[in-house]
């Protein structure tokens, strides 16, 4: 697959998340989780959800932890082919540069 598919298509897939979903069937039912969490979609959020046992948000969730393996799995790809590709490693030189290309140099 071409680099430029492969940052499309992680687009699509960071697009593709979900949380707004469980923010909305957390407010029709009145849901609130403790002050404790005060960050949303933190490791100690999402246990808080999982302890509510509500079926939709459980199942968002588990689309959540999907999503966000294959956007890891493909940022790794996105990374071996920058290494390849010299006009990728010029452009990430640029400031400016797209917010997915900043975040994969942190999984560096």
């Known amino acids: ?26 407010l029709m039912k009145g849901i609130q989780v403790s002050n404790a969490c005060t960050h949303t979609f933190t490791l100690q959020y ?5 302890e509510l ?9 588990s689309l959540i932890e999907s999503l966000e393996q294959e956007i890891k799995d493909v940022s790794r790809k996105i990374i071996l082919l920058t ?3 010299k006009m990728a490693k010029l452009l990430m030189t640029i ?10 140099d942190d999984e560096r």
């Not at 697959?1 to 957390?26: A, D, P, Q, Y």
Request: glycine residues 4%.
């Open 53 to 61: 046992n509500e079926y939709r948000i459980n199942h968002y969730i």
């Open 46 to 50: 999402m246990e808080k959800l999982k």
């Open 95 to 104: 400031p400016g540069r797209p917010i997915c290309l900043h975040k994969m």
């Open 83 to 85: 290494k390849e590709n």
């Open 1 to 26: 697959m071409e680099l430029r598919e492969l940052v499309r298509h992680r687009l699509v897939l960071v697009r593709m998340k979900t949380k707004n979903s469980i923010h909305g069937i957390m």
